[in-house]
């Protein structure tokens, strides 16, 4: 009995290394592995190779040449025991056994298909007319109760004011006091300007300027003519026992500020309805937060409160519940 022993990387590799030296097929050895092999670490550390013994058979049915394999044969004998005429030849009979009941099975399908009753055609659904689409929207609009009316709305006066002629002010009147402290003041800052007063049915001081650098009066949103309308209050009144208000006005801005102050307080009371959360407001002085409450005292969707202390105290806008 004639062996061989052969070594290679992989075990087919050592197989076919020990056919060719034995000059046989793999039909006529058996095959013994004695090593399988190993790659080692990274392929470069501790890599052994496969070891195989090949047996030349005897005779085809040598039963101890079977018992001597530890492993059934490899792929590459299976590959070459395969017939491949047999597969194609039975794929071919199975289909022309199925072919004839196929026909029978599909004829019987298209006369059952036949022999069923047609469906009768879908009836589309009625359509719901609009205006009953329309009363069923509006009713959970129904069913919200009405707030309570609010209280009506006091209009904001507006006192009527007589001004008086330059030649006329008593320099000893609250009008002359506040006349000349505005005079000395407006030199003093360098601004030019003409300095006319008057008098409301209650005494109040109504003081209107008129110059050509009106803007430094003025200043941002109205603070210096408000710091200014402070200051004059502060001297008219000094050792006096009742209050006279001082109100200053120039180039009409306290009418251009209320308008705007109006239409402020509308827009904000439309955003607080449409997010349905509270607004509040930038800082004001008591009287520019007396605009806002009267301008919003007729619309029933809001109620207006002021918040804060001075000077930070603010309208707060929001909805009625």
């Not at 026992?241 to 209320?258: H, Q």
Request: proline share 7%; aromatic share 2%; net charge positive.
């Amino acid at each position: 009995m004639k062996t061989y022993e052969a070594s290679a990387k992989t075990t087919e590799e050592a197989i076919d290394a020990g056919l060719a030296a034995l000059g046989v097929s793999i039909s006529d050895v058996t095959v013994q592995v004695i090593d399988e092999g190993s790659k080692g670490l990274f392929g470069l550390f501790g890599s052994r190779l496969a070891k195989v013994r090949l047996t030349v058979k005897e005779t085809e049915d040598d039963p101890l040449s079977l018992l001597m394999t530890d492993k059934p044969a490899p792929k590459a004998e299976k590959k070459a025991t395969r017939k491949p005429e047999a597969k194609p030849e039975k794929k071919a009979d199975q289909k022309a056994d199925v072919q004839p009941e196929a026909k029978a099975e599909k004829k019987a399908e298209e006369k059952a298909d036949a022999e069923k009753p047609a469906r009768p055609p879908r009836q589309p659904k009625p359509r719901q007319p609009k205006a009953e689409k329309r009363e069923k929207a509006e009713q959970p609009e129904q069913e919200k109760k009405p707030l309570p009316p609010k209280a009506p709305a006091k209009p904001l006066e507006k006192p009527v004011v007589t001004m008086i002629p330059a030649e006329e002010v008593a320099a000893d009147s609250a009008a002359g006091k506040a006349q000349s402290f505005l005079k000395e003041l407006t030199h003093l800052m360098g601004v030019d300007v003409d300095v006319a007063v008057g008098n409301d049915t209650e005494g109040n001081v109504f003081v209107q300027m008129t110059g050509d650098t009106l803007g430094i009066l003025i200043g941002r949103r109205g603070e210096t003519l408000d710091a200014l309308q402070y200051l004059t209050s502060l001297k008219i009144n000094r050792g006096q026992e009742g209050y006279t208000r001082v109100t200053l006005d120039t180039e009409n801005y306290r009418a251009k500020r209320e308008d705007t102050l109006v239409r402020l307080a509308n827009r904000m009371a439309n955003r607080a309805v449409k997010t349905g959360r509270k607004v509040s407001l930038e800082p004001m002085n008591p009287y520019e937060r007396r605009i806002i409450h009267s301008a919003l005292q007729a619309n029933e969707a809001v109620d207006t409160h002021s918040e804060g202390d001075e000077p930070n105290r603010h309208v707060v806008i929001t909805l009625r519940k």
